[in-house]
């Protein structure tokens, strides 16, 4: 049993994160403690586009531990909390990364990555 749920299978959703990452990607490319971590998961996001599995993450809660189903809200509710910590993290790496903040931005990054499944 997974321990992590792939909260989104809509277009509409991947074509949201290859535009923040197009955006993000559209940052100075000098060299920034961790720019081209960035970039390279950027990459792997924006090429996930097209992969129904691929996207933003969430644990699983507990009501889902417990076999309680979901409603049509609840997984709109899950949806954006994960879209939303996605982004987040993303952003601040990228702000850690601008800042020459190697650790925090590799930090960020690392949390990234744990909110997005590439598969």
Request: net charge neutral; proline share 6%.
């Amino acid at each position: 049993m997974s321990t992590s749920l792939v909260v989104t299978n809509r277009p509409a959703v991947s074509v949201l994160f290859v535009g923040v990452a197009l955006l993000l990607s559209t940052t100075s490319v000098d060299a920034s403690p961790c720019t081209a971590a960035i970039a390279k998961f950027e990459k792997a996001v924006r090429e996930s586009a097209n992969n129904p599995e691929a996207g933003p993450t969430a644990p699983q809660s507990i009501a889902a531990q417990l076999e309680h189903q979901p409603t049509p809200g609840s997984v709109k509710r899950a949806e954006e909390r994960a879209e939303a910590a996605f982004e987040a993290a993303l952003t601040g790496a990228e702000r850690r990364d601008a800042r020459g903040d190697r650790a925090g931005c590799r930090r960020a990054l690392a949390d990234a990555k744990l909110r997005f499944e590439l598969q």
